[in-house]
């Protein structure tokens, strides 16, 4: 009984200094952020993960579409994740950075034999799935402005896409 009572004193002082619902924290300074982890974006239902550069940290934001809402984006698109430039300057509109496309292969055979500039660039494909990039063509803020400089350091290589995206099986 007494080896109970013990038990249950050292329990209730671990978990004083924690609120309701809140796991313990250890005690000391906090560990530094690790440097080496990169931030992936990951989509199961899309079948892919996509190592996001350094430069993206803090400035952009992603929208991710499926079924009908990526049709209306891309036609003959199952999915369609388009990752934003979030501005720095007020008033200012997000702007595409690279937008991620994924089609069965029976609808990029039938896109890929109409005319018109291609809705992107084959960047990896499975047997039954294309996936596509596009990257902006130019910057859309000006060259001299911190949005323009920064849009810059983050728009990333179609070869780049190609590095960073990983087919899941």
Not at 2 to 31: D, H
Not at 42 to 49: I, T, Y
Request: charged share 20%.
């Amino acid at each position: 009984m007494r080896a109970w009572a013990l038990m249950l004193s050292l329990m209730m002082l671990a978990g004083a200094g924690c609120r309701r619902g809140e796991a313990p924290r250890p005690a000391g300074p906090p560990a530094p952020p690790s440097t080496s982890a990169q931030a992936v974006y990951q989509s199961d239902e899309a079948g892919f993960r996509f190592a996001l550069p350094a430069s993206w940290q803090g400035g952009y934001r992603v929208d991710a579409k499926h079924g009908d809402a990526a049709r209306a984006v891309q036609p003959g698109a199952d999915h369609v994740v388009t990752f934003f430039y979030v501005p720095l300057a007020a008033g200012a509109h997000d702007e595409p950075l690279l937008r991620l496309m994924v089609l069965p292969r029976s609808q990029w055979t039938a896109l890929s034999n109409q005319s018109g500039p291609p809705a992107g660039t084959v960047v990896s494909d499975r047997a039954d799935r294309v996936y596509l990039a596009s990257v902006p063509a130019n910057n859309p803020y000006g060259a001299g402005t911190p949005d323009g400089r920064r849009f810059a350091d983050m728009m990333p290589s179609i070869d780049e896409v190609r590095r960073q995206l990983t087919l899941r099986p």
